[in-house]
Nanobody, 125 residues
Framework: QVQLVESGGGLVQAGGSLRLSCAASGRTFSNYVMGWFRQAPGKEREFVAAIRWSGGSTLYADSVKGRFTISRDNAKNTVYLQMNKLRPEDTAIYYC??????????????????WGQGTQVTVSS
């Protein structure tokens, strides 16, 4: 059974940094795409970033491009989201997700088959 466990959320001041982790287990993930999504109160879940486990190609939402970096550690089966220059509008619950590598629309939440429980990120102004 696939399990995704996020960690690393917390409270940070605007301009600060956080690194989220997503520990994946239960499957060989070399044929998967890993994504990060976020959901703020009263808003729909939105795409943040994605990385293909094999090859490491990445995709970012325009709102985080240049500030966030997604990466993976094959040995640890862990995906990271390094978030720099955080803004109050980055406040949300951040979710890790896994999709089969054949998926093309990496920015669409319904493309992902597995989800973590989420971790709260709060950025104060």
């Amino acid at each position: 059974q696939v399990q995704l466990v996020e960690s690393g959320g917390g409270l940070v001041q605007a301009g600060g940094s956080l690194r989220l982790s997503c520990a994946a287990s239960g499957r060989t993930f070399s044929n998967y795409v890993m994504g990060w999504f976020r959901q703020a109160p009263g808003k729909e879940r939105e795409f943040v970033a994605a990385i293909r486990w094999s090859g490491g190609s990445t995709l970012y939402a325009d709102s985080v491009k240049g500030r966030f970096t997604i990466s993976r550690d094959n040995a640890k089966n862990t995906v990271y989201l390094q978030m720099n220059k955080l803004r109050p509008e980055d406040t949300a619950i951040y979710y890790c997700a896994a999709a089969y590598s054949s998926v093309l629309e990496l920015w669409v939440s319904s493309s992902y088959a597995y989800w973590g429980q989420g971790t709260q990120v709060t950025v104060s102004s």
